[in-house]
């Protein structure tokens, strides 16, 4: 029963008590592991999407993040033009281009 219910030491004074070391070292080692699989590869994600917007260029393929298709055909600072089929140009925000496609995937497709 000692497993669920601690027993009281009174007046007993390595038997309760932890020192400060240890207690620290718990939530020392969460914050590592925060760092290190959550907040590190979330950064660098946003990164390279960062430096991929940067990139774009007119003439290149690309998907949106809701599954559009297109050739970019004008870049802006915020804004881009996106023709997804022949005639028919769409606005769009940059951040919601997913990733850059190789040259020829859209005629494939």
Known sequence: MDFFISSAYAQMGGA??????????????????????LIRPQNKRAKEQREMLTKIAVGDEVATAGGILGKVTEVGDQYLTLEIASGISVKLQKFQVAQVLPKGTVKSA
Do not use: E, K
């Open 16 to 37: 309760g008590s932890q020192n400060l070391l240890s207690a620290l070292m718990l939530p020392a080692v969460l914050l590592a592991v925060f760092y290190f699989l």
